[in-house]
């Protein structure tokens, strides 16, 4: 959560506050589509997933945070309650698709160095002093840190899931693979079927399968 606008800004006037407020939030969805294109240049690997409506998640999830930080802005009395919800589907991606979160926060500091150009531009356009978009600034890198910590909660979440999945899947395996079965015969089409049942659930948790199992038994002196 952003802290709240400091002395600087609190001594601007209103009607200024809200001229700049009204032409930030003018600018967002440019300002959006913008950054969302200059991200997919900088990370041309980008996964791009659509929501219901067909427009990229991550499209909708810049326009969000825009508006979120300009009505903060706003008001100026304290950061916002909650960040969008999509930045911890973001972090869930990343577990998703087998990357750590650094690749994400640099498209976030991205996308803040963009966003504070566009703002500082209007800042200057409303005649906004020096010292409150100093504050403004300040501000925004701790926003930033807010959407940092909805991807990280999002990625713990899903990680720890995985990692729950895996354990399930190991010991559903070694149950399978110490399950006694018959001798198959060349023509039995069943123990085939267990076979490639068996190759299946280990490649799902990348063990090879073995040819045979050793069981040992410790005894107790």
Do not use: C
Not at 40 to 52: A, G
Not at 134 to 141: K, P, Q, R, V
């Amino acid at each position: 959560m952003a802290s709240p606008l400091r002395s600087a800004w609190r001594e601007v006037p209103r009607s200024r506050v809200r001229h700049f407020a009204r032409l930030a939030l003018d600018e967002v969805p440019v300002l959006a589509e913008d950054i969302f294109r200059e991200i997919r240049r900088e990370y041309p690997n980008l996964v791009i997933v659509p929501d219901e409506s067909g427009e990229p998640v991550a499209l909708v999830g810049i326009r969000r945070a825009l508006e979120h930080f300009v009505q903060y802005v706003s008001d100026g009395s304290g950061g916002p309650r909650e960040h969008p919800e999509v930045f911890q589907e973001f972090g869930r991606g990343q577990v998703q698709h087998g990357r750590s979160l650094d690749s994400l926060q640099a498209m976030y500091r991205l996308g803040v160095r963009l966003a504070w150009r566009r703002l500082a531009e209007i800042g200057q356009q409303v005649e906004i002093p020096a010292p409150a978009m100093y504050e403004l600034a300040e501000s925004g890198f701790e926003y930033l840190d807010g959407l940092v910590a909805e991807s990280m909660r999002g990625y713990a979440e899903a990680a720890a899931r995985q990692a729950g999945e895996r354990l399930r899947l190991q010991r559903r395996l070694l149950d399978l693979l110490l399950t006694e079965r018959p001798r198959k015969s060349p023509a039995d089409a069943d123990a085939d079927a267990d076979a490639d049942a068996l190759a299946e659930r280990a490649a799902r948790i990348g063990w090879p399968l073995p040819e045979r199992v050793a069981v040992a038994v410790l005894l107790r002196p």
